[in-house]
């Protein structure tokens, strides 16, 4: 990945992740991007101060959802920036991938690569049942109507910054990334999947919304 430009941006939505970030921002492949966000989403420990410690760039949010994270993160995008990643601060996602995911974005000239933990390998017990049936309805829907072929709505994955401001996403909570993948699939963009690894949450508490809606959810 050296000879790839650093044209690209990476936002991560956090919600009392300070324990998490700690451990996931030094793993961040910092030659890749050249602009890291990390949206504090009305945390009550030290997430702001640990990000800007690691020397990211960190934006508050007090408005709770997830997709209002990403849109706070989003509107301090620099304008050289071809194109935006995003994953959670947990530490679920693997930061190896987002390597593999720029490298499909510019290898197949894609709009939208999603990242799929069904395809990729996941930990025992990372993706509950509730989980698995959720992707498999909602992307089955998404086939239906669009003749599209997603397996999952995980949040690790990037967009080209055009096809983004084409997509006007609106949602400010847990749909975020289904309105991503609905919308993108309804105006014909191009959009695929690639395998990644998938772990337990290794730090801090699980969200309350999450344990009730499934992973997919968390506490947007």
């Known amino acids: 990945m050296s000879n790839v430009p650093r044209r690209y941006a990476l936002i991560i ?14 793993q961040l492949p910092h030659e890749i991007f050249s602009q890291i966000v990390v949206v504090d989403n009305g945390s009550q420990d030290a997430t702001s101060e640990v990000a800007r410690a690691a020397g990211v760039q960190t934006v508050r949010e007090p408005r709770r959802g997830y997709g209002q994270a990403c849109l706070a993160g989003i509107a ?7 194109a935006v990643a995003f994953m959670d601060a947990d530490l679920a996602d693997d930061p190896r ?13 894609w709009d939208l690569v999603v990242g799929s933990r069904v ?3 996941h930990e025992t017990g990372s993706l509950t ?3 698995r049936f959720g992707n498999w309805l909602t992307t089955r829907l998404l086939g239906w109507l669009w003749h599209v072929s997603f397996t999952d ?12 401001a084409r997509l006007n996403m609106r949602d400010r909570s847990f749909g975020w990334t289904i309105e991503m993948q609905a919308r993108a699939a309804s105006l014909g963009m191009k959009v695929t999947e690639i395998p990644v690894r998938y772990r337990r949450r290794q730090h801090g508490a699980i969200k309350d919304l999450r344990f009730a ?8």
């Open 129 to 131: 049942p509730l989980q």
């Open 153 to 164: 709505l995980g949040p690790l994955r990037i967009i080209r910054r055009d096809a983004l």
């Open 119 to 121: 395809r990729g390998e």
């Open 76 to 82: 301090k995008l620099r304008p050289d920036k071809a």
């Open 13 to 26: 939505p956090a919600l009392n992740e300070a324990e998490s970030l700690q451990v996931l921002l030094p």
């Open 213 to 220: 809606l499934g992973r997919n959810a968390r506490w947007r």
């Open 97 to 109: 991938d987002l390597a593999a995911l720029v490298r499909t974005l510019e290898s197949g000239d």
